[in-house]
């Protein structure tokens, strides 16, 4: 019993030597605010990424990094702080760099994956050190969010994510995100559990490091079902959708508008890849002739037809047909009701005037008939 428990343990032990480990690391690039009084500076950067390498090496000087407070140290990075030479770099599959500041900042990321680790390593290190900190604002949520979205797409179940960044967190939220971005954001708060392993911070100074272990629990949409880690590729999440929010109406039960009213298309695309094209298309049901409109990387249209009845659908590029296309709107026009009004109105007062004319209730046709009858008789009397 005690040989077969031995064995078991070096068994165990054996197969967790051989996991493959994947990074990412995460670099906030946003600029200083300009009235802050303490800022970051480019030394303090450098630091930050170099604090980032020795602990991937698995060995922490402490007294090259005697301003940077720990906090909450476990696993492998408690291991690196106290020297012990324990590197995740051994056996690593790829480290991926996604630098976040504003909103599309994210999609700089860079992959590393070479079958030397420590070429791979070097790599990441020197494209981090090349970075502008120039943006305005800090997306996060996107960074994190395309972390995992990778991870997915790779089969990789855990993943350590390092991120140096601020201490004031994400800025934004989810202020101007198209769907796309939206739906990045969902997929990863519904998959990802989150462990942290520890904490440094750069003595009074807005700069941290940051290590956590992120475990993938939804692999939704992941071609990859050998359950082996593939390739990373710059791909999406392939699970998609699309239907219309607004409007709403069927052939027989459809929406009204009056002429030069904006009717306000909009729909949502779940799983959309970035730089979607959506087309939009109303069609006159009388005249078959179209309206079309396209943008990209959002959700929603504003269009003006004509008087009539309209069909009007939806496609965007590479995602699934929409589940409730065929929406019918009626643009009524104004000769409808206000113009076919006025008209009666103007009818009304011509066939008023005319009576008044005709039949003369008040005397007043006659009375002119009067006055210039005795203009002409006092004139001849006058001679």
């Known amino acids: 019993m005690k040989k077969i428990s031995i064995l078991f343990i070096f068994i165990v032990t054996a197969l967790i030597s051989m996991a493959q480990n994947d990074i990412f690391i995460l670099i906030d690039v946003s600029g200083n605010p300009l009235q802050s009084d303490n800022k970051i500076s480019s030394d303090n950067r450098s630091s930050a990424i170099k604090l980032c390498n020795q602990l991937i090496l698995g060995n922490i000087s402490k007294n090259e990094f005697y301003d940077w407070i720990p906090s909450g140290l476990d696993g492998f990075v408690k291991e690196a702080y106290s020297g012990s030479n324990s590197s995740v770099l051994n056996n690593i599959n790829s480290i991926t760099v996604i630098p976040y500041g504003n909103q599309n900042t994210y999609k700089k990321f860079k992959i590393f994956q070479n079958n030397s ?34 991870a997915i797409d790779a089969n990789i179940k855990t993943y350590y994510l390092i991120e140096i960044g601020g201490l004031s967190g994400d800025q934004t939220g989810s202020n101007g995100l198209s769907s796309s971005q939206q739906q990045l954001i969902d997929n990863y708060e519904s998959s990802a559990i ?36 593939g390739i990373i590729q710059n791909q999406n999440i392939n699970n998609s959708s699309l239907r219309f929010v607004t409007p709403i109406g069927t052939k027989s039960k459809y929406k009204s508008v009056n002429e030069g009213q904006n009717i306000a298309v909009s729909w949502i695309g779940l799983g959309a890849k970035d730089n979607t094209k959506y087309t939009v298309k109303a069609m006159n049901l009388d005249t078959k002739k179209s309206k079309t409109l396209t943008c ?10 004509e008087p009539g009845l309209y069909k009007i659908t939806i496609r965007g590029n590479g995602i699934s047909a929409c589940q409730n296309n065929n929406q019918y709107v009626e643009v009524i ?31 007043w046709w006659n009375k002119g008939k009067e006055n210039k009858t005795t203009s002409t008789d006092d004139n001849d009397s006058l001679y």
């Open 194 to 229: 989150i462990e942290s392993s520890g904490l440094f911070r750069l003595n009074n100074k807005p700069l941290s490091v940051s290590v956590k272990i992120v475990n993938i629990k939804i692999l939704s949409g992941n071609n990859n079902t050998s359950g082996s880690k």
């Open 296 to 305: 990209i990387d959002c959700n929603n249209v504003l269009m003006k037809l």
């Open 333 to 363: 026009g104004e000769t409808s009701y206000g113009s076919l009004f006025f008209l009666l109105v103007i009818l009304a007062i011509g066939a008023g005037a005319l009576y008044v004319k005709k039949n003369d209730p008040f005397g």
């Open 117 to 150: 680790a420590s070429v791979s390593l070097k790599q990441a290190i020197d494209y981090s050190n090349n970075l502008s900190y120039t943006d305005q604002l800090t997306f996060v949520n996107l960074a994190h969010a395309k972390a995992a979205d990778i």
